[in-house]
């Protein structure tokens, strides 16, 4: 049996604006609220599904450094342009990471700063 990734956890200076822009871009809601402030976010079905949930951790200052990992999302009912225009209009904004222009994807960032990419569609494996 293999392993799955279960949830991704995001340090953050808003947990509350944070969670309203990713529920937004990926269509989930909130499934939990801890006392320390964190916000569990995933998707509708709720825990346990093959999508990871989101938990937005709060911190004061998170780490300046790059960080090691970021998101990736794809557009599930609309082309590329359409949702690059929708991820603007929700408080996304470009980010220059050194790209060359050639790339199939964008690079933006959520309003906090952290760096996800919007992907073309992908196949689905056979």
Partial sequence: ?????????????????????????????????????????GPREGFGGPQPTIILAPADEPEPAKPRLHIDVNATDRDQDAELERLLALGARRADVGQTGEESWHVLADPEGNEFCLLRARLKAL
């Fill in 1 to 41: 049996m293999a392993c799955r990734i279960s949830e991704l956890v995001l340090s953050c200076r808003d947990p509350e604006a944070l969670a309203r822009f990713w529920c937004a871009v990926l269509d989930y809601v909130v499934l939990d609220r801890e006392g320390d402030g964190s916000i569990e976010i």
